[in-house]
């Protein structure tokens, strides 16, 4: 499983026009699921999310969590995270979780999460303002 997080002042996400999720100060994450994941990695990322610290405290520091600062978790599911081009320039696939498999996962995630979210499987739009920025990549 691979979470691209990216601490932002504001996100949203969209489908065909409506917007379904939005949140302010807090945890953009890009959820991808592999094939193979289970119930464990889902929970080793979602606790991971919770505990990141990468909200600057009084000293300036990247020591708080996101529950720390009042923030919110807005997740969006993104298989093309397990795209792989090292052969051609058209992406293989192959590793990422068949919809059936991710979608229990993303949606384990942001249970655990308390994220708002897009909508699993569909064309979305998102739109943030990366805070920092701060980006970070991480894998379960």
Known sequence: MRALVQRVSE????????EVG?????LLVLLGVRRGDGDAEADRIAH?????????DADGKMN???????????????FTLYGDARKGNRP???????????????ERVRAAT?????????????ALVNDGPVTLLLEA
Not at 64 to 78: H, K, N
């Open 11 to 18: 996100a949203s996400v969209t489908v065909d026009g409506e």
């Open 22 to 26: 939005r949140i302010g100060p807090g």
């Open 48 to 56: 991971k999310l919770l505990a990141l610290r990468v909200f600057e």
């Open 64 to 78: 708080l969590a996101v529950g720390e600062v009042g923030g919110e978790v807005l997740c969006v599911s993104q």
């Open 92 to 106: 293989s696939f192959v590793d990422a979780a068949p919809p059936e498999e991710a979608e229990p996962l993303y």
């Open 114 to 126: 308390g994220a708002q979210g897009g909508v699993f499987g569909a064309r979305m739009n998102v």
